[in-house]
């Protein structure tokens, strides 16, 4: 059979599955129309996995589920189109934009799948880049860039995969809980004037804003964990240097240290 075909369908497949993800973040993909999207999705992929496995994907196979798939992406596209042109979204978006934080935290979870209020009460963190391509970055870069949350604020992000967010309605995420995999993060207190909503699935809070401005303390762990779990490989005299140096760096700044 042509390859050319084969690597069409495998593209074809591997571009539903992403669209399937961006549509169901949205409350609407998330319901029946998305859940019937869904099903259809997954069927065109485990036929074509099947048949595979027997060696029964012929040409013509391949061009009906290549067709299938094309039906499927496009329904998946529509849908997430009709999603961004409905008027609450249109709302959601000036509201974002105009830092109208009364008007846009109702329409959230009316826009996003799994999305529930929440008021925090205590502080919430978030983690600090330490480390580039697995080395450790300078430690005078690491506290200029904490020192300046305080000053120009953590941008908010999203993008088609992110849930609860996208690139209209970007967020900045946060945790309620210190991240216990980042030996290096930031403690905020709870952002005020910014919705606050925690992702169900995942439990992350998402501040929907463009950027959100508060004064960090530095929170740095007195040892790393297992080179297993970090997935690289830093010597404990490294991280003990390390460590010494973003101290002072961030003192200098003017952040607050706390040890872990």
Known sequence: MDETLVGELESAI?????????????????????????????????????????????????????GEAHRVGDALRALVDAVRADARYARAVAAHRAGAAAVLAPL?????????PVSPAGPLYTAARWLHRGRLRPPGDVAAEIAAVGRDGIPGEGDDLSPGADAELPAVVLYAML??????????GPPSGVPLHRLVHGGEILAHAARVVERPVAVVAASLADDEQLRVEILPEEWRRFRAALTAALADAGVPVETR
């Open 14 to 66: 591997a571009d539903v599955g992403a669209l399937l993800v961006r549509a169901q973040k949205y409350r609407r993909g998330a319901g029946p129309e998305g859940e019937a999207l869904a099903r259809d999705a997954l069927a065109v992929g485990d036929a074509a996995r099947r048949m595979h496995r027997r060696e029964t994907l012929d040409e013509s196979a391949a061009r009906a589920l290549l």
């Open 108 to 116: 959230l979870p009316e826009i996003f799948a799994g999305l529930e």
């Open 179 to 188: 991240p216990p995999e980042e030996p290096v993060a930031m403690r905020i």
